[in-house]
C-alpha cells in the first residue's frame, strides 16, 4: 500500500521544490505465506526498523551506491510503497539488492516472524519487474492477543485511534514515523540507536493520550491522503529513554 508524508517541516525548502523535484518511492515488500501470515504488530515495527536500516545503511551515505537515490527521494515527497509477496515471488523480490530485516514476534503454527525486505529507492515510474508485478492492495493481517505494553526504554511510535488503514498501509505509516524521529537525532543518537538494533515498538493510542501526544511538540506524520484515508495526522514517535530521545530542538 503507498503513503506519503504531507508535511516533512524545514527538511526541503519549501513545496513548490518538493513537489517540482524528481519522484521516488521507497518499496518495502513483505512476505505473507497463506499458511502462516505474520503478525500485524511484528509486521509494523518490522518495516519501521527496515527503513531505518535503509538510511543507515553505509551504501546510503556519502558516495555509496544508493546514496544518490536515496537523497533524491528524501528531496521530493516521502513516499512508501508497501506489496506482499510469498514463495517464489518473495524468493525473487529477494535476489534484487535491498535489505531483509526479520521481526522478533513469535514464530507458531499458524503465524510466522515477520521479514520485510526493503529496497532502494526508485523512480515513480521506474519499478523493477520483479516488484511491480507484486499486490499492493488489500494486506490485511492480525495480532493473535493483544500486544503488551510499550517498554519505556524504547521508542514508541504511536498510531491514532481514530483511523483504520490495512496492515499494507499502517507498515508505510510506521516507516514515515521512524524515519521523522531518525531526522530529529544527533549522529551520535543515531550510532546508538542503530547498534543496538533499533529496537522500537508501534502500539494504537488511546483518545486522550493521543490529543496529548499530538499537541506535545513529537514527530507528527502528516499523510498526504492520496490512499485508504483523508489528509490528516496518522502517528506519533515518542523517544525513550534509552534509545530515541525525542522531542529536542532541530540543529539548524
Not at 543507515?56 to 544508493?66: L, N, T
Not at 493473535?144 to 483511523?163: G, H, K, T
Not at 506535545?216 to 489528509?231: C, K, M, Q, R, Y
Request: net charge negative; proline share 9%.
Amino acid at each position: 500500500m503507498s503513503s506519503d508524508i504531507s508535511d516533512r517541516g524545514d527538511h526541503v525548502p519549501d513545496r513548490t521544490s518538493r513537489d517540482e523535484a524528481p519522484q521516488f518511492v521507497l518499496p518495502l515488500v513483505v512476505r505473507i505465506e497463506k499458511a502462516a501470515p505474520p503478525a500485524r504488530t511484528d509486521a509494523l515495527e518490522t518495516a519501521a526498523r527496515a527503513v531505518l536500516l535503509m538510511l543507515s545503511d553505509e551504501r546510503s551515505e556519502g558516495e555509496g551506491e544508493w546514496a544518490r537515490a536515496v537523497r533524491e527521494w528524501q528531496d521530493a515527497r516521502i513516499r512508501k510503497v508497501v506489496r506482499r509477496a510469498r514463495g517464489a515471488e518473495w524468493r525473487r523480490a529477494s535476489a534484487l539488492p535491498g535489505i531483509t530485516v526479520l521481526g522478533t514476534g513469535p514464530a507458531t503454527e499458524t503465524s510466522s516472524t515477520a521479514e520485510v525486505r526493503v529496497f532502494p529507492p526508485v523512480p515513480l515510474d521506474g519499478w523493477p519487474k520483479e516488484l511491480a508485478k507484486l499486490q499492493v492492495s488489500g494486506t490485511e493481517l492480525d495480532d493473535p492477543e493483544a500486544p503488551p505494553a510499550p517498554d519505556p526504554e524504547l521508542p514508541v511510535l504511536w498510531f491514532s485511534p481514530e483511523l483504520a488503514m490495512s496492515a499494507g498501509k499502517s507498515m508505510a505509516q510506521a516507516g514515515h514515523g521512524a524515519q521523522l524521529a531518525w531526522w530529529e537525532l544527533s549522529d551520535t543518537e543515531r550510532k546508538a540507536w542503530r547498534e543496538a538494533g533499533f529496537p522500537l515498538s508501534v502500539r494504537t493510542s488511546g483518545a486522550a493520550r493521543w490529543r496529548e501526544l499530538t499537541a506535545s511538540g513529537l514527530p507528527v506524520v502528516h499523510d498526504a491522503g492520496f490512499t485508504e484515508i483523508a489528509p490528516g495526522k496518522t502517528v506519533v514517535a515518542e523517544g525513550g529513554s534509552r534509545f530515541c530521545p525525542l522531542p529536542r530542538e532541530r540543529e539548524r
